[in-house]
């Protein structure tokens, strides 16, 4: 994947009015949600816009508030690739990913912005965009191609995730798909569900009208 250098300042601030000041600045509230699981009750030491949720009996992860300006993110969020970000909070530097963005329902304005760190060791999925190569045998027919999903989850370690999943479309006959299941990537698990289908030829006017031509021919 391509990188992404992103500064952030941790938020230390909680609650509706702070968040609400905070977007009345331009600035977006945000989390990172950290990689590693710890013990608990853990005996380490918090730095600032950090705190510790639980997430099994025992163990939880420790998440970091922050604050992220709309033009920071700009090229991060309205985009179709995806990025490893390069993330720096006061100096302290990690990998993330995007994990959600939530936007007002009617300004369509950011609200907030959810984190992932990553590390080498630990699959994450994440939602690689589509590309179609070649020329189906089923245009060639008169058919049209149509792309259903533009977008295929995997899971994998964020260093052996490509940019783009290309798909190559040549032998993809009139009237038929090709679904998540057909398809292998080498290193990356496929999450979205098998019959999904991806892409189609479908059967234009023109390509019925032929097909039906055809047959009155040869009656």
């Given at each position: 994947?391509?990188?992404?250098?992103?500064?952030?300042?941790?938020?230390?601030?909680?609650?509706?009015?702070?968040?609400?000041?905070?977007?009345?600045?331009?600035?977006?509230?945000?989390?990172?949600?950290?990689?590693k699981?710890?013990?608990?009750?853990?005996?380490?030491?918090?730095?600032?816009?950090?705190?510790?949720?639980?997430?099994?009996?025992?163990?939880?992860?420790?998440?970091?508030?922050?604050?992220?300006?709309?033009?920071?993110?700009?090229?991060?969020?309205?985009?179709?690739?995806?990025?490893?970000?390069?993330?720096?909070?006061n100096?302290?530097?990690?990998?993330?990913?995007?994990?959600?963005?939530?936007?007002?329902?009617?300004?369509?304005?950011?609200?907030?912005?959810d984190?992932?760190?990553v590390?080498?060791?630990?699959?994450?999925?994440?939602?690689?965009?589509?590309?179609?190569?070649?020329?189906a045998?089923?245009?060639?027919?008169?058919?049209?191609?149509?792309?259903?999903?533009?977008?295929?989850?995997?899971?994998?370690?964020?260093?052996?995730?490509?940019?783009?999943?290309?798909?190559?479309?040549?032998?993809?006959?009139?009237?038929?798909?090709?679904?998540?299941?057909?398809?292998?990537?080498?290193?990356?698990?496929?999450?979205?569900?098998?019959?999904?289908?991806?892409?189609?030829?479908?059967?234009?006017?023109?390509?019925?009208?032929?097909?039906?031509?055809?047959a009155?021919?040869a009656?």
């Amino acid at each position: 994947m391509k990188t992404f250098d992103l500064k952030a300042t941790p938020r230390v601030e909680l609650g509706k009015k702070a968040t609400k000041a905070l977007r009345e600045k331009g600035l977006i509230p945000a989390v990172l949600n950290g990689s590693k699981t710890v013990e608990l009750p853990f005996k380490g030491t918090l730095k600032p816009g950090q705190k510790l949720v639980e997430i099994e009996n025992g163990r939880g992860i420790i998440t970091t508030d922050l604050t992220l300006s709309n033009e920071a993110v700009r090229k991060l969020i309205y985009t179709p690739e995806i990025f490893t970000i390069n993330l720096d909070v006061n100096g302290d530097k990690t990998h993330a990913v995007l994990r959600e963005v939530q936007f007002h329902p009617v300004k369509d304005n950011i609200l907030h912005i959810d984190l992932l760190e990553v590390t080498p060791e630990k699959p994450v999925v994440i939602s690689v965009p589509v590309q179609l190569e070649g020329h189906a045998e089923g245009v060639k027919a008169g058919g049209k191609l149509t792309l259903s999903m533009k977008k295929i989850k995997v899971r994998a370690p964020y260093t052996a995730i490509p940019e783009r999943l290309v798909i190559n479309v040549d032998s993809l006959g009139l009237g038929k798909t090709i679904q998540i299941g057909d398809l292998h990537f080498e290193g990356l698990e496929m999450v979205t569900p098998k019959e999904a289908v991806v892409c189609a030829v479908q059967l234009t006017r023109a390509a019925r009208g032929a097909a039906a031509a055809d047959a009155a021919s040869a009656e």
